[in-house]
């Protein structure tokens, strides 16, 4: 996920996939020579970039899916909301956000940046990670992808960005979410990490799992930048069991004559 931003913060990260295997087939790119694709390719930015570009990034550039934000504890902006009609209308796929609270010391953020943050929005803060919170945000993630009109079965993302450690707090606090999620019922798990991170925190998720004897785990979206090419399939990340492997950050390109700021991303098949 990238430039979310908490108060006097940025956060870089990621989103992820899953669910029912609609939305369109592989692409290739218009604008250029044809190119094989082993997964297919999507981006996730932070603000919606308004529907006469995602029009014009849906004809010419290589994306055939985009990250669709919820608002959320560390992500209070709502340019996304109601816009799912819209994209689906456009052919786009779409995983869906959302971006819990952050273990903000343990990203190496001075202590008063983490003090300050608390103070302008006490709903991003390293204090708020508990395990009845992350059931809580869970509860409230299901019930805005319900008001966006999401289908049951639809795989909504935890975003979990990258942390020198993970905490008990941490731990405490993703475990509560995926618990929520299953309790709820209605949508699937799915947790976006670091390759730092990811496979202590999908020990974590795992765990919920087994607590409520259900098999499996959430979906993995991992986010590494080690041999990461577009034309790659999630397979190839180094991560076992992952469905998007999000690699390039931050980057600006340029499509039918409109740029935007964008991570890139690609996933094992057209998302929702």
């Known amino acids: 996920m990238r430039h979310l931003i908490a108060p006097a913060l940025l956060l870089?990260?990621?989103?992820?996939?899953?669910?029912?295997?609609?939305?369109?087939?592989?692409?290739?790119?218009?604008?250029?020579?044809?190119?094989e694709y082993r997964g297919v390719p999507g981006f996730d930015t932070r603000d919606y970039p308004g529907d006469g570009v995602m029009a014009r990034w849906r004809e010419h550039s290589p994306y055939r899916w985009?990250?669709?934000?919820?608002?959320?504890?560390?992500?209070t902006g709502t340019s996304w909301v109601g816009k799912r009609g819209v994209l689906e209308d456009l052919e786009w796929g779409l995983a869906v956000l959302y971006v819990g609270e952050q273990d903000w010391r343990a990203m190496g953020t001075p202590p008063e940046m983490t003090d300050s943050a608390a103070a302008a929005n006490p709903r991003c803060a390293s204090a708020n990670l508990t395990r009845g919170n992350g059931q809580a945000h869970a509860r409230d993630a299901a019930a805005q992808a319900e008001a966006e009109g999401f289908p049951p079965g639809?795989?909504?993302?935890?975003?979990?960005?990258?942390?020198?450690?993970?905490?008990?707090?941490?731990?405490?606090?993703?475990?509560?979410?995926?618990d929520g999620l299953l309790e709820d019922a209605r949508y699937l798990a799915g947790l976006y990490a670091h390759q730092r991170n990811a496979t202590a925190l999908m020990d974590v998720a795992r765990a919920a799992y087994?607590?409520?004897?259900?098999l499996g785990g959430p979906r993995l979206w991992v986010a590494s930048s080690e041999g990461f090419d577009v034309t790659a399939h999630p397979s190839e990340s180094?991560?076992?069991?992952?469905?998007?492997?999000?690699?390039?950050?931050?980057?600006?390109e340029r499509w039918g004559d409109v740029t935007l700021r964008i991570d890139v991303n690609v996933a094992e098949a057209g998302l929702y």
């Not at 870089?12 to 190119?35: M, Q, R």
């Not at 985009?66 to 608002?71: Q, T």
């Not at 639809?154 to 995926?178: F, K, N, Q």
């Open 210 to 214: 087994q607590e409520r004897a259900r």
């Open 12 to 35: 870089l990260g990621a989103c992820a996939s899953g669910g029912p295997p609609a939305g369109p087939a592989a692409p290739g790119v218009p604008e250029g020579p044809a190119v």
């Open 154 to 178: 639809t795989v909504i993302y935890l975003d979990v960005e990258r942390v020198d450690e993970v905490s008990p707090e941490l731990e405490a606090y993703v475990g509560g979410w995926i």
């Open 66 to 75: 985009v990250g669709y934000y919820l608002p959320a504890p560390c992500y």
């Open 238 to 252: 180094g991560f076992t069991g992952a469905t998007i492997w999000q690699g390039a950050f931050d980057r600006r």
